[in-house]
């Protein structure tokens, strides 16, 4: 795998262009601290990006040229071991990726990779993706809120139906590994057992 190291330094306060696709780069980022980065799509353009965060936990936020948020992926408490944020572009136009890390900026800083995975015409089944990804963010997002965990499971369960149609078996997992987790702490620990067990048995096949 091709990679590129960028010190934090150089980086900067400004967005950072993404490297070409399959390239992945490395950021040294602290707690409380922003990073921007950003690509361009023309119209009809799907782009899929990857940011795996390294002893820092983070939320990551893809924002459409007109400054619209597209999706979000909040990685609190270890949740998400890999943030996959996709869309399809509606017009030609520069996209940011944002980077926030949790944290305070006293404790020692963590390390993050991004990778601009896919950039290509868009497919029908992409459609479906982008459909997965909103069902895992909205999972986070009520599991985040008292009292919602059980409209978070029914988002990772959608999450991981679609994931299972694509047969995209690590996203399975990561929607699985968060269902289980709702299910434990509904009490409901023959459900989360049984998620827990399939997401594991996914990511070994997979080698992930």
């Not at 950021?27 to 119209?43: P, T």
């Not at 390294?54 to 408490?77: C, Q, Y």
């Not at 006293?106 to 896919?118: H, N, Q, R, S, W």
């Not at 987790?181 to 409901?188: M, P, V």
Request: glycine share 8%.
């Amino acid at each position: 795998m091709l990679s590129a190291n960028v010190s934090a330094q150089s980086a900067g306060s400004n967005p950072f262009p993404l490297p070409p696709v399959g390239v992945s780069s490395e950021f040294k980022i602290k707690g409380g601290e922003k990073r921007a980065h950003v690509f361009n799509l023309k119209a009809g353009e799907y782009a899929r990006v990857e940011v795996e965060p390294k002893n820092i936990d983070a939320l990551v936020r893809l924002f459409a040229p007109d400054g619209r948020t597209i999706i979000e992926m909040d990685g609190k408490d270890g949740r998400l071991w890999r943030q996959t944020l996709s869309c399809v572009a509606e017009t030609d136009g520069e996209f940011l990726l944002e980077i926030t890390a949790y944290g305070s900026a006293a404790g020692p800083p963590g390390i993050y990779t991004i990778k601009l995975v896919e950039k290509r015409a868009a497919a029908p089944d992409d459609r479906r993706r982008l459909a997965a990804e909103a069902h895992l963010s909205a999972g986070r997002n009520f599991f985040s809120q008292a009292g919602k965990l059980a409209d978070a499971a029914r988002e990772y369960e959608a999450a991981a139906a679609l994931w299972r149609e694509l047969g995209e078996a690590v996203r399975e997992a990561m929607a699985l590994t968060n269902l289980g987790r709702a299910a434990s702490d509904l009490s409901d620990n023959r459900k989360a057992i049984k998620e827990l067990t399939r997401a594991v048995e996914l990511l070994q096949k997979t080698g992930d």
